[in-house]
Nanobody, 122 residues
Framework: QVRLVESGGGLVQAGGSLRLSCAAS????????MGWYRQAPGKQRELVAS???????NYVDSVKGRFTISRDNAKKTVYLQMNSLKPEDTAVYYC????????????????WGQGTQVTVSS
């Protein structure tokens, strides 16, 4: 059974930094693509950062230059370093494995972890 556990969220002032972690179990981690999603109140969940099994990364425009995704295959963990945080980054952040279909990434699994809350005050 695949399990994803996110951690590292919190309350931070605008301009601050946080590092999120997502620990995976129950799956061969290294061969899969991974992503960080976020969902703000009243909004759809969006993919903000992805990393392939060859460490190629991609970001949504709103976080480019501020967020960095990385992975540690030995620890089966994916990270999201978030710098220069803005109030609009406030959301619950989730990780998931990704599947690549016709030029787009989609969640590999329908079930999600509990997420980790990030709140950025102005």
């Amino acid at each position: 059974q695949v399990r994803l556990v996110e951690s590292g969220g919190g309350l931070v002032q605008a301009g601050g930094s946080l590092r999120l972690s997502c620990a995976a179990s129950g799956i061969i981690f290294s061969i899969n693509h991974m992503g960080w999603y976020r969902q703000a109140p009243g909004k759809q969940r969006e993919l903000v950062a992805s990393i392939t099994n060859r460490d190629s990364t991609n970001y949504v425009d709103s976080v480019k230059g501020r967020f960095t995704i990385s992975r540690d295959n030995a620890k089966k963990t994916v990270y999201l370093q978030m710098n220069s945080l803005k109030p609009e980054d406030t959301a619950v952040y989730y990780c998931n494995f990704l599947r690549y279909v016709s030029g787009n990434y989609y969640p590999l699994f329908d079930s999600w972890g509990q997420g980790t809350q990030v709140t950025v005050s102005s």
